[in-house]
């Protein structure tokens, strides 16, 4: 009897067991998602506070910003005017081929190229240079000196890290997106230009051209263009520092943090890319939601 009356039960909990633990990791899923993006608001809003604060900054404070730019949108101008003159190559070639296959004119392309230029290449592409050649590498100098005990000599000397290490290299991010956002279009089109003229596939001026960019120019890419890159900078620098600052072990986890905070930024940067553009544009893939 007592077998015959456990076995139903047990049955039931094998088959419960599945979907619980399905629900129980899904649950765990989503609130460390909004705890994470919690503790990002929440460092970009001090950043903030900080930044519009004129004690904040002092010579040391403004001495680190300036290395920081120098090292981050500076030295990285050459890598931003190469991958937009690369990029700028692969368009020019599309271009060639939409206009050979679907037998339209550069009046045509010129447009859509130079929306998809400004509104979602050049600030992802910013993104992409600034995280992997300063994002890893803030986090991988915080994460060490978190590890070294460099932290906590800062503190107990009275300099607060917030101030001190965190706002410059979060404004250094987003300044610097910003600024080589805008170097990638311009060698994008610059690039472009020349590749076409070269290949026959575009016979006016650089005048010409320039004059029909210009002219296509409107509000609704500023719209784009200046929350793309100021967002998506923010919140990739947020990412990296937080990594860097909340490491815990020896100086062996500092490799694993960096990795781990690069990958972060880049989904972090496609994922507002996304939802700006959702946002923005009002609707979600064909659908219109707005």
């Not at 939409?98 to 447009?111: K, S």
């Not at 290449?121 to 978190?146: D, F, H, K």
């Not at 800062?154 to 607060?160: E, F, S, V």
Request: aromatic fraction near 8%; charged fraction near 10%; proline fraction near 3%.
């Amino acid at each position: 009897m007592s077998t015959t009356s456990t076995a139903p039960s047990n049955a039931r909990k094998l088959a419960f067991a599945g979907p619980s633990r399905v629900a129980a990791w899904l649950g765990d899923q989503v609130v460390g998602r909004f705890s994470t993006l919690a503790s990002i608001l929440a460092i970009l809003w001090g950043t903030f506070i900080l930044a519009i604060r004129p004690t904040s900054w002092t010579r040391p404070v403004r001495s680190v910003l300036a290395r920081q730019l120098l090292f981050t949108c500076v030295d990285a101008t050459s890598v931003a005017i190469r991958f937009g003159a690369a990029v700028g190559i692969l368009i020019i070639v599309q271009a060639a081929l939409w206009i050979d296959t679907l037998g339209v004119t550069t009046d045509v392309i010129a447009p859509i190229l130079w929306k998809a230029i400004v509104r979602e290449l050049a600030p992802l592409l910013a993104c992409l240079v600034v995280i992997g050649r300063s994002g890893i590498a803030i986090a991988t100098e915080l994460a060490t000196m978190v590890v070294g005990g460099e932290v906590e000599v800062l503190d107990a000397q009275g300099i607060d890290p917030m101030t001190f290490l965190v706002m410059p290299r979060i404004l250094s991010m987003v300044v610097s997106v910003f600024c080589l956002a805008i170097i990638i279009a311009t060698s994008m089109v610059v690039t472009g230009y020349v590749i076409g003229w070269v290949m026959g596939v575009i016979h006016e001026t650089w005048m010409t051209f320039l004059d029909g960019i210009i002219s296509e120019f409107s509000s609704m890419d500023l719209l784009f263009f200046v929350p793309k890159t100021i967002i998506a900078g923010a919140f990739a620098g947020a990412i990296c520092c937080i990594d860097g600052i909340s490491v815990r072990g020896t100086m062996t986890d500092v490799p694993r943090v960096s990795s781990r905070s690069g990958i972060r930024a880049l989904t972090a940067v496609f994922a507002v890319s996304a939802v700006l553009s959702v946002l923005i544009y009002g609707r979600l893939l064909v659908f219109k939601i707005l």
